[in-house]
């Protein structure tokens, strides 16, 4: 999960229209604060969030820049469950989907392909 500086670094990343280099981020987000932020801890942030998989880091010269993979707190919360407990977590999640039929209804779209027609707000 995410605590307030890790929502705030993925809140200016996922705001911005282009990839972000760690110098972009730590500008913006000291911006908004009385407190500046130091560069190497807006650089762990960023790299934590990246071994995460909620931010794609990409080589561009000699640094990186970041940009998001997922954005909304849901999906970020599923994909740490699913790292932490592996096939066990799924295993469960399936076996709760399947006593409601609405959700076992969503998840038999998600695993067709149908990712459209799930809303997230569902």
Same mark, same amino acid.
């Given at each position: 999960?995410?605590?307030?500086?890790?929502?705030?670094?993925?809140? *200016? =990343?996922?705001?911005?229209?282009?990839? &972000?280099?760690?110098?972009? +981020? %730590?500008? !913006?987000?000291?911006?908004? @604060?009385?407190?500046?932020?130091?560069?190497? *801890? =807006?650089?762990?942030?960023?790299?934590? &969030?990246?071994?995460?998989? +909620? %931010?794609? !880091?990409?080589?561009?010269? @000699?640094?990186?820049?970041?940009?998001?993979?997922? =954005?909304?707190?849901?999906?970020?919360?599923?994909?740490?469950?699913?790292?932490?407990?592996?096939?066990?977590?799924?295993?469960?999640?399936?076996?709760?989907?399947?006593?409601?039929?609405?959700?076992?209804?969503?998840?038999?779209?998600?695993?067709?392909?149908?990712?459209?027609?799930?809303?997230?707000?569902?």
């Amino acid at each position: 999960m995410l605590g307030p500086l890790g929502a705030d670094v993925l809140q *200016t =990343v996922g705001g911005a229209e282009r990839a &972000l280099t760690v110098r972009e +981020v %730590l500008d !913006r987000l000291n911006r908004r @604060r009385a407190e500046p932020l130091a560069y190497t *801890t =807006v650089m762990t942030v960023l790299g934590r &969030l990246a071994r995460q998989d +909620v %931010l794609k !880091r990409t080589l561009v010269g @000699r640094g990186y820049v970041y940009e998001p993979i997922v =954005v909304r707190p849901a999906e970020i919360a599923v994909r740490s469950v699913i790292r932490e407990f592996g096939e066990a977590a799924v295993a469960h999640f399936v076996d709760q989907a399947s006593a409601e039929p609405r959700l076992r209804e969503r998840l038999e779209k998600l695993m067709r392909g149908e990712h459209r027609a799930v809303r997230p707000e569902d």
